[in-house]
């Protein structure tokens, strides 16, 4: 229980706090909050796929494992509006954001300071071209949930979250000592 005369300077705080303009409580919680960089990912799923499914994976530089459709949002932009923005510059699959649906957990924070905004879609995979620039993205292919290539150290740990790949059922994920 919250002792009297703190709850009573809570409550102070609170009453001159909000009888300030709406711009300046905004600049003080700005000052006061910590800070995230957010992102969009998305995890792409072959409908046509049998057994345990298939899942697009992205080989990006420096190339040492493979990663997801992801990306930083613009300023302002909505997290399902740079999920599907991101899918379609790193892999060339033009989606509108509302065949795009939040992942459960829909957000992933991490403890460096960033946060993940996660989404599912599903497309027949015979039936998408998959195109890369050779820059960003030198490889985009599907590849099964059960047999996935080496991954990146962030996919590894996000996919953990959804129970798939080699940290699934590993929760909370672990963080290595040497992680970015």
Do not use: C
């Not at 909050?33 to 992102?39: L, Q, S, T, W």
């Not at 899918?87 to 403890?111: D, M, T, Y």
């Not at 995979?125 to 990146?152: C, I, M, Q």
């Not at 798939?164 to 040497?178: E, T």
């Amino acid at each position: 229980m919250i002792p009297r005369t703190r709850a009573a300077g809570r409550a102070v705080f609170y009453q001159a706090f909000y009888r300030l303009p709406l711009p300046v409580r905004r600049r003080l919680v700005r000052l006061a909050v910590p800070k995230y960089i957010v992102g969009a990912v998305t995890l792409v799923r072959d409908v046509e796929a049998t057994g345990a499914g298939r899942l697009l994976l992205l080989r990006q530089p420096p190339g040492r494992g493979w990663s997801l459709p992801a990306g930083l949002l613009n300023k302002g932009e909505p997290p399902v509006v740079g999920a599907a923005r991101e899918l379609f510059e790193e892999s060339g699959i033009r989606l509108p954001p509302s065949r795009l649906r939040p992942a459960v957990p829909n957000a992933i924070v991490h403890a460096k300071g960033w946060v993940d905004m996660v989404f599912e879609a599903e497309v027949p995979a015979s039936e998408t071209a998959l195109a890369v620039d050779g820059a960003e993205v030198f490889e985009a292919a599907w590849h099964p949930l059960d047999d996935l290539p080496k991954l990146t150290w962030p996919t590894a740990r996000l996919l953990a979250y959804y129970d798939i790949g080699p940290l699934a059922g590993q929760f909370p994920p672990p963080i290595p000592d040497d992680a970015p």
